[in-house]
């Protein structure tokens, strides 16, 4: 009989962790990019490219882990809504760390800009030069860096509730200890 894994996957946590270090710094980075025209904007792009796409990668990665590894489970009494407002975010979030990459890709693609991840690997554009299409894209990945960004907010909230409030052990699966 297998039992039902009290935590997650070694590698399913260092992922979390390691992802949600990455995308707190990368709304921190996008966030400091919209809000300067000085050198630092120049600076904070360059971070901005490279870590978006290492997102991207891990993103990738880390859903192979998560459909190749059983997850705990929610605790039974958890009410029927939790559980879906908690399978919905997971769906956002990683929606989110998907979408994000590939349209801020396809926003420097369609400014007609190179996508340097550094000084000697560039990706290609894949979408067509157009000023229109960039102004679109941008107002997108904008808001929907917003939506990550509250969404993030939201994830944090709901794992203090169970970790401080309904000490059911949904945070400790994901922090690996009891």
């Known amino acids: 009989m297998n039992a039902q894994p009290r935590f997650f996957a070694p590698l399913a946590r260092l992922l979390h962790w390691l992802m949600a270090l990455m995308v707190i ?3 921190f980075i996008g966030a400091g990019m919209v ?3 000085s050198e630092r904007h120049e600076w904070l792009l360059h ?3 490279p870590l978006g796409i290492a997102i991207l990668l891990l993103v990738i990665v880390r859903l192979g882990v998560r459909f190749s590894t059983r997850q705990p489970p929610l605790p ?4 029927a809504w939790q559980v879906m407002a908690a399978k919905a975010s997971h769906v956002l979030l990683y929606g989110l760390m998907l979408i994000l990459p590939l349209l ?5 693609s369609a400014a007609g800009d190179p996508v340097m991840l550094s000084s000697a690997l560039q ?5 067509p030069a157009n000023a229109q299409l960039f102004a679109v894209l941008r107002k997108a990945h ?3 860096a917003y939506l990550l960004f509250l969404t993030v907010l939201l994830h944090l909230a709901a794992a203090l509730f169970h970790g401080w409030v309904r000490r059911d052990g949904v945070l400790q699966s994901m922090l690996g200890k009891d």
């Not at 801020?104 to 420097?108: D, H």
């Not at 990706?123 to 979408?127: M, Y």
């Open 25 to 27: 710094a990368m709304l």
């Open 35 to 37: 809000a300067s025209v």
């Open 47 to 49: 971070l901005h490219k």
């Open 76 to 79: 039974v009494d958890l009410p």
């Open 104 to 108: 801020g890709w396809a926003m420097i």
């Open 123 to 127: 990706l290609p554009g894949w979408v």
């Open 142 to 144: 904008g808001y929907l």
